[in-house]
């Protein structure tokens, strides 16, 4: 025990006597709640150690089970940011095969439309290295009977021509080759004047008279007069014009989608597209058609 100074004793033992009065008063004095003095004293004391307590525990509740919370909630946004990756490249490779079916469905419905001219669906394997150079790779060659200066289509329109032939594969010069060109004509006026690329995606038709009129939206056929591509084939349509000395200027939208080819067809004969009475769509020569009855 402490040791008591004998001087403070005398003080000590009346702080007692009067803390052990004030004691039994409130023990016996009763609030105006009908409680006794010594339990408002006691829980008045003690209640803001119970709220900091209990503020206490709550916040570490809190943090430990948000901690825990956010670890699941992490796995869980993980799975569904994975789940949603899978979903999207498989929309994707759904919405590739849409595509594919319905260019193949057009390349059928073309080959039936057309059933009496000898062709050859070919698929664009590669396309030319070269910047300079506008030109793709098929996956048919001289097994299949390609040879040089074939034309090459699509449902849309004129691609080009084939330039090189090798066993299994060949070489075609798109129409938008500086070196490519084809004989055309405007569809109204049957205007002549061959229609070739300069290197960008549209082509250029030359040595039409300032005194011609064409207008832009104007029809570019093909004239037969290369001997390589059948008359009438979809070439373009006009998309700008400008006067010139001598000739006009005459800007042409290839009609075929020259920027995104993967399927063609080749044309084993210079002969007519004429529709096939027997075809079971309608096609418009060179031109789209909606999908065939029967497979490829």
Do not use: C
């Not at 430990?64 to 994975?82: C, K, S, T």
């Not at 929309?91 to 080959?111: C, K, M, P, T």
């Not at 500086?178 to 049957?190: C, D, I, P």
């Not at 290197?199 to 030359?206: A, N």
Request: hydrophobic share 45%; proline share 5%; no cysteine.
């Amino acid at each position: 025990m402490l040791a008591v100074p004998m001087r403070h004793r005398s003080l000590t033992l009346l702080g007692v006597v009067l803390l052990a009065q004030v004691l039994a008063l409130a023990v016996q004095i009763r609030t105006r709640s009908q409680g006794r003095l010594i339990r408002v004293w006691a829980v008045e004391t003690i209640t803001p150690l119970e709220r900091a307590g209990s503020w206490t525990i709550l916040k570490v509740r809190g943090v430990w089970n948000g901690y825990f919370g956010l670890i699941h909630v992490r796995r869980d946004n993980a799975q569904l940011q994975a789940e949603n990756d899978r979903l999207r490249l498989r929309n994707i490779e759904l919405e590739s095969q849409a595509a594919e079916s319905a260019r193949l469905a057009a390349l059928v419905g073309f080959r039936d439309a057309h059933a009496d001219v000898p062709m050859l669906a070919a698929r664009v394997i590669a396309a030319s290295a070269d910047s300079s150079s506008h030109a793709i790779f098929i996956n048919r060659g001289e097994r299949d009977g390609i040879r040089r200066n074939m034309a090459v289509i699509t449902p849309d329109g004129v691609v080009g021509k084939v330039f090189e032939v090798y066993r299994n594969t060949a070489q075609v010069l798109l129409l938008t080759d500086k070196e490519s060109g084809v004989g055309a004509l405007l569809a109204g006026t049957r205007t002549q004047g061959p229609v070739g690329g300069v290197g960008e995606p549209l082509l250029v038709m030359k040595y039409v008279s300032n005194d011609e009129n064409v207008s832009a939206g104007q029809q570019v056929l093909t004239s037969g007069q290369d001997q390589i591509f059948p008359k009438d084939l979809p070439v373009g349509t006009v998309a700008e014009v400008r006067p010139g000395a001598p000739f006009k200027q005459i800007l042409v939208k290839p009609a075929a989608h020259l920027d995104r080819l993967e399927e063609v067809i080749v044309l084993l004969t210079r002969q007519e597209l004429v529709k096939s009475p027997n075809a079971g769509t309608e096609s418009a020569p060179g031109g789209s058609s909606t999908p065939a009855k029967r497979n490829q």
